[in-house]
Structures are given as structure tokens and as C-alpha cells.
């Protein structure tokens, strides 16, 4: 899987925010991989490019690979990625900057399907059938 939407930036301290956009992984159990086409951007925050790859690796993404460095990430990317408690968030692209960050495990739930209209049993719609 080639990145060509990734990047890097060395930070003040020698540690590096690696940026990639992936496809997304399949979500939810009948699903096939890649089959939405839909594309998330990674940030990852760790101490050189080489163990953020690993981190990325260790997951489950086996073929993540840096080349190039067409699309460092940002400053609010870099941002978000230094504060969370894990360094490693996720988000779709192309990016809409309303979205928030996620934490890489909520990648690889199923995707909450919309809620069933509610038939209300009383007038408040509070009331419990026994």
C-alpha cells in the first residue's frame, strides 16, 4: 500500500508526528476490506519514522510505508496527536476540519448504525412495557 498522501515533522525535542492517509480498514463483520473507498488520515506521535511505522504495524496495518514527504502534518494535526494520551489518532479524508480526532481503536469498530424510530408507549414516551 503506498502512502503518497504522508509525511513527517521532526518536533524540537527529536521526536517525529508521522502523517499518512490509509484506506480504511473493514469495519463491522460482514464487511470486506476497503469496500467503502473511503480514506482516513493517521497521525502518529513517537521518538523516530521507523518505530511510528512499527506502532502502525503492530496493529494490523502490515503495509504501511513511508515514501516521500508530499503531506507533512499540519500544525492543529500536530497538535492533536501530541494531545492524546496514546500519540496515535485518526480521522477521515479528505479531512473535514469540524471532525474531531479518534483513537485508533474506535477505527476498527463497526460503524453505529442509525437508531430505529423509537415508538413511544405513552404520552411522555417514557413508560416501560412489563
Known sequence: MSMSGGGFIRL???SVVVALSLP????????GPYECGCRVRVLVHAVNRQRALTRLRNLGLRAVYLRGNTEPPTPDEITAVLHHPDGLVWRETPGDD???WHPIRALWRPRAAPA?????TGPTGSERAA
Open 116 to 120: 430505529p424510530p423509537s415508538s413511544a
Open 98 to 100: 469540524t471532525e474531531s
Open 24 to 31: 480504511r480498514p473493514p469495519h463491522g463483520a460482514r464487511s
Open 12 to 14: 524540537p525535542g527529536g
